[in-house]
Structures are given as structure tokens and as C-alpha cells.
T-cell receptor, first 115, second 111 residues
Framework: GAGVSQTPSNKVTEKGKYVELRCDPI?????LYWYRQSLGQGPEFLIY????????DSGLPNDRFFAVRPEGSVSTLKIQRTERGDSAVYLC?????????????FGPGTRLTVL | GDSVTQMEGPVTLSEEAFLTINCTYT??????LFWYVQYPGEGLQLLLK?????DKGSNKGFEATYRKETTSFHLEKGSVQVSDSAVYFC??????????FGSGTRLLVRP
């Protein structure tokens, strides 16, 4: 079946602009996660959705970052007033129900470059 | 807070050599443990996992055993191939169900 998909695969924007990154999870997965991976580092957690609600948003770095999942499927990560330090690969993952033994399946990521 | 420490790379081996990549963790409770692999130009893929102490995860000839007493989850393979060249990430799932990753270890296998 189809895996996790993310669009766009690459996004180049200018400092101060607004961007939206989209994630389509595996069909039927109730849990959805966003991570951010900087060059040479492991992914870092941003936010976790269980259904439509954000169960844990403790990883969002500041109030310029916001994410939604209005119908419990597709999610959008929104970044306002982008800064050069926001440049990274943004990864989305989904899992069947978010349990402690669940496997999280990752998408290919969106590479964001802020000029 | 919870954390994962893995050996720094790059690790360079000849084909058919034995591989060990060390991973230790700090966590409250008993987290599930994972190894993910990122092949060149591809996304993160689960390699193996273990969900309780003394469990052994295995896949594609790789193995790792959940050692509670040493808080470790070292990755091993008896005979590596050129196609195993990739970046390997050790991770734990914390009590909030999010993954905490190590910084990754790059493996380069030469023919």
C-alpha cells in the first residue's frame, strides 16, 4: 500500500515568508508526527497528533510554528515569518494508533531552505 | 530528560567484516527501542525494534538486544555488504510516545 507522502519535496523561500508543508499519512493511521532533521543530526520531535487533536506539541520551537490535522488524516505544518535557522528537512511519520510498541513510518521529507 | 547516545562515525569496513554500532540510552521507565536506517537519497526506514528487556530485534542479518542492565541496544551484523552503506539511527520511544533519536552513525562498506 501507499506509504507516507509529503509535499513539496523541496521548498525554497525567503526570510520572513510564510510556508506550508503537507503530510499524507498511511490510510487508517490515527497517530501522526512531525520531526525536523538538521544536517548531520538525528530527527527532533516537533508535534504529535492523535486523531484531530495535538496530543503533544512540546517540540515546537516557538509560536511561529503551527500544525493542524482538521479531519484526522492529512496534516499541514505552517511556519510564519521564516528564519534562516528554520532550514532543515521536515519529516512526517504515522503509526497505527500511537502506542508504545508501534512502529512509526516516515515519509521522504520536505527540504526547506530559507534564503 | 530521555536521551540516546550512539557512537560517532563514520565507520569504514571492508565487505564481509563484522559490524557493531554502539547505542546507549537514558530514560525513565522501560522504553521501546528502535534502529532506523537512512540509505543514500532515501527516507528513514525501520530496521528493527525491541519492546521489552532481553528482547532481540532482527532484520536483514542485523540484530540488537535490549539490555536493561547496561541501558544499551547495540546493533550488530556478522558480515556487512556494500549495500549496507547508510546512516543508522538508534532511537527510543519515550513515555509521551515520541521518538528520541541519536545523532546517527554513517557506515561505509568498501568492496
Amino acid at each position: 500500500g501507499a506509504g507516507v507522502s509529503q509535499t513539496p519535496s523541496n521548498k525554497v523561500t525567503e526570510k520572513g515568508k510564510y510556508v506550508e508543508l503537507r503530510c499524507d499519512p498511511i490510510s487508517g493511521h490515527t497517530a501522526l508526527y512531525w520531526y525536523r532533521q538538521s544536517l548531520g543530526q538525528g530527527p527532533e520531535f516537533l508535534i504529535y497528533f492523535q486523531g484531530t487533536g495535538a496530543a503533544d506539541d512540546s517540540g515546537l520551537p516557538n509560536d511561529r510554528f503551527f500544525a493542524v490535522r482538521p479531519e484526522g488524516s492529512v496534516s499541514t505544518l505552517k511556519i510564519q515569518r521564516t528564519e534562516r535557522g528554520d532550514s532543515a528537512v521536515y519529516l512526517c511519520a504515522s503509526s497505527p494508533d500511537g502506542g508504545r510498541t508501534d512502529t512509526q513510518y516516515f515519509g521522504p521529507g520536505t527540504r526547506l531552505t530559507v534564503l | 530528560g530521555d536521551s540516546v547516545t550512539q557512537m560517532e562515525g563514520p565507520v569504514t569496513l571492508s565487505e564481509e567484516a563484522f559490524l557493531t554500532i554502539n547505542c546507549t540510552y537514558t530514560a525513565t521507565g522501560y522504553p521501546s527501542l528502535f534502529w532506523y536506517v537512512q540509505y543514500p537519497g532515501e527516507g528513514l526506514q525501520l530496521l528493527l525494534k525491541a519492546t521489552k528487556a532481553d528482547d532481540k530485534g532482527s532484520n536483514k542479518g542485523f540484530e540488537a538486544t535490549y539490555r536493561k542492565e547496561t541501558t544499551s541496544f547495540h546493533l550488530e551484523k556478522g558480515s556487512v555488504q556494500v549495500s549496507d552503506s547508510a546512516v543508522y539511527f538508534c532511537a527510543l520511544m519515550d513515555s509521551s510516545y515520541k521518538l528520541i533519536f541519536g545523532s546517527g552513525t554513517r557506515l561505509l562498506v568498501r568492496p
